[in-house]
């Protein structure tokens, strides 16, 4: 199952700065689209305004032409699951436990786990790698591992749009590959926020960069990843080539000023 996100003229202002102002941005059915820019470029709060963390102050966020603003916290965690960057509440639960979590949305708040629902649960755990942790309190979980429960839990909610903010913070290499591989295998569309532009360029459908709470490019990788546009935006020199292997675009960056 997968939906269509559409942002139209987001804006969001707090305190009297404006950390969004006026984007739109789409996600096709099926489609990973990666948010990629510097620090303070608007990436976390444009997530938590399309999972509903925030409430927009300005512009609309649809998913299949319906305007989230007029869904209750329920029917939204029905179509959307979310991983944000602080998602590390719920210590004195077990991993298994958290992962069960994602089901709550498709139930009545009276009802237990079922067998079918611990099961669901176990199958995720395995899913992302983190199996032998099902047992463990989640408190007591490093960082990465704690990324993998988060990322098993919205398996089991089973989402049209998966919203995932820094999903390879504090993961080794080999889990940031295969948690992002796994991303890609969901039927599910995506949006999520990286800050390895490699990473971003191999593994999702287009980039969004963003800067200064406004668009500044949009496109496939190897239209949008050029040497002028990491100066601009990122203030570095670098070198953007076609990996030999792979067919992305790969960047290299290099000492010195721009």
Partial sequence: MS???????????????????????????GETVALVGPNGSGKTTLLRCVYGALTPTGGRVRLDGTDLAGLSARQ???????????????????????????????????????????ARAAGALDRVGAGHLAAEPFGRLSGGERQRVLL??????????????????HLDIRY?????????????????????????????????????????????????????LLAAVYGVRAEVSVHPRTGSPTVTYLPGPV
Avoid at 79 to 102: C, K, L, N, W, Y
Avoid at 186 to 210: F, G, K
């Fill in 3 to 29: 939906a269509a996100l559409a942002l139209d003229a987001l804006t969001y202002t707090t305190g009297g700065a404006t950390l969004l102002d006026g984007v739109d941005l789409t996600v096709a059915p």
């Fill in 76 to 118: 939204r965690a029905l179509r959307i699951a979310a991983v944000p960057q602080d998602g590390h509440s719920g210590q004195e639960f077990t991993a298994a436990q958290i992962v069960a979590m994602g089901r709550s949305p498709h139930k009545r708040f009276w009802e237990a786990d079922t067998a079918a629902d611990v």
């Fill in 152 to 169: 098993a839990r919205t398996l089991v909610q089973e989402p049209a749009l998966l919203v995932l903010d820094e999903p390879t913070n």
């Fill in 176 to 228: 940031q590959l295969e948690v992002l591989a796994l991303v890609r295998s969901l039927r599910t569309s995506s949006l999520l926020a990286l800050h390895d532009l490699n990473l971003a360029a191999h593994y999702c459908d287009r980039l969004h960069v963003l800067a200064g709470g406004r668009t500044v490019a949009e496109g496939p990788p190897a239209e949008v990843l050029t040497a002028e």
